[in-house]
């Protein structure tokens, strides 16, 4: 079972690509017909209008909206970027692709960055602060914008799992000097592949624009106001066809967080409570994508047990989430991590499962629960399921 997105694919996706078929207007640049027709600058519009951001560039994955956001605000070789150890690969990977370093920090209860330890972690070459609303929910923002801004380095939205969501009301990917989201079928809203990036400048949007159109100006407008300097950029773009789904999808978004939120309420109710186990914090319950709910137990021994009579696993055995996974940071490469050296995440994720409210995937660590389109049956006995194990694990 893929994201909740993915559950309301319907009729008018279809529509939408049966327009570019009839017209097999495959690119965003439609020879002699005007861009501003094109899907692809349509959803740029959209999200810019719907979640009040500032401007937006399209583009074929979450991972190239990463690249592109940090092109745009001109992380490279020598600098730092504070990263979370509990986040997707490509948030780091992204990183060193621009010949940047990767610094991982802790994540704290609500398994995001700790800004505690970020601000422990900041150098003289620290450029980002990579904020990571891992499992769809919100950073301490608040802190984060305010340690960035005292020290005077970039704050960007890592947003993948968390289109839609919010923080005090501003829309998550929107808050920090620029954002990104992804669409793949295991996000909130999908388009099969895809994915946007989010910037608060017009500088960095022309910047960040180049990078994915092979450094051509926004909308390759060259009697427009591009980037002032001339840049080499790669093909990064959205197909039309992407974006005809990504348009209907995006109508719906705060539909399907109505409906995870409104099964993981449900869930809450049907869950008892326990001595030795509790919800994560969040930050801004409201805000919550609500694509899992996350419970923390005291220690790892009945996490585990209560996993195994599951069939799923503690968040530390997630696939490539979890630094501690990642060979990439283990073996020949100038960035070197192994488990043990953020000891506060080590702990966190061991005795963290995650209950699938609306995205089922085993390499998250959510192989264990309900989606968006489950009926009350299957909600009451995921949740006495759930109950009789954690009470089987505490009691023993």
């Known amino acids: 079972m893929p994201g909740p997105g993915f559950e309301f694919l319907g009729d008018e996706e279809r529509h939408n690509v049966e327009q570019v078929l009839a017209q097999w207007s495959l690119t965003r640049y439609l020879f002699d017909n005007p861009e501003e027709q094109s899907f692809v600058r349509r959803l740029e519009r959209d999200i810019e209008a719907h979640f009040d951001s500032g401007p937006t560039v399209a583009v074929n994955s979450g991972t190239s909206a990463l690249a592109t956001a940090l092109a745009g605000l001109g992380v490279g070789p020598g600098d730092e970027v504070i990263v979370p150890g509990y986040t997707y690969v490509a948030s780091i990977g992204s990183i060193g692709h621009f010949g940047a370093t990767p610094v991982l920090a802790e994540v704290d209860e609500s398994l995001t960055l700790d800004p505690d330890d970020v601000e422990r972690r900041i150098t003289?070459?620290?450029?980002?602060?990579?904020?990571?609303?891992?499992l769809g929910a919100s950073c301490d923002m608040e802190r984060l914008r305010k340690i960035a801004d005292r020290h005077g380095v970039l704050l960007l939205e890592d947003a993948a799992q968390a289109c839609g969501g919010s923080y005090r009301g501003a829309r998550l990917g929107t808050i920090g000097d620029a954002g990104a989201y992804s669409f793949n079928p295991f996000k909130v809203i999908t388009c099969g592949e895809g994915g946007v990036a989010l910037f608060r400048d017009h500088a960095s949007y022309a910047r960040g624009f180049a990078y994915q159109d092979q450094g051509w100006p926004p909308l390759r407008d060259n009697n427009g106001v591009g980037t002032g300097e001339a840049t080499f950029g790669l093909n990064l773009r959205m197909p039309e066809l992407s974006a005809a789904v990504a348009c209907a999808q995006l109508k719906r978004v705060d539909t399907v967080l109505a409906e995870t939120r409104r099964v993981r309420n449900r869930l809450i109710e049907l869950i008892e409570p326990h001595e030795g186990v509790r919800q994560r914090r969040l930050h801004d319950a409201e805000g919550d994508c609500a694509n899992v709910l996350v419970h923390t137990f005291d220690s790892a021994e009945p996490a585990r047990e209560v996993a195994g009579q599951l069939s799923t696993k503690p968040l530390a055995d997630s696939g490539r989430h979890y630094y501690g996974n990642m060979p990439q940071l283990s073996g020949n490469t100038s960035v070197r991590y192994a488990r043990g050296d953020l000891p506060r995440t080590d702990?966190?994720?061991?005795?963290?499962?995650?209950?699938?409210v609306g995205v089922s995937d085993a390499h998250l660590g959510s192989?264990?629960?309900?989606?968006?389109?489950?009926?009350?049956?299957?909600?009451?006995?995921?949740?006495?399921?759930f109950n009789s194990a954690v009470r089987s694990a505490v009691a023993a």
């Open 124 to 134: 003289p070459r620290t450029r980002a602060i990579m904020a990571v609303h891992m």
């Open 347 to 356: 702990d966190l994720l061991s005795r963290s499962l995650a209950i699938s």
């Open 367 to 385: 192989g264990f629960g309900v989606g968006v389109r489950s009926t009350e049956e299957d909600i009451v006995r995921a949740a006495e399921k």
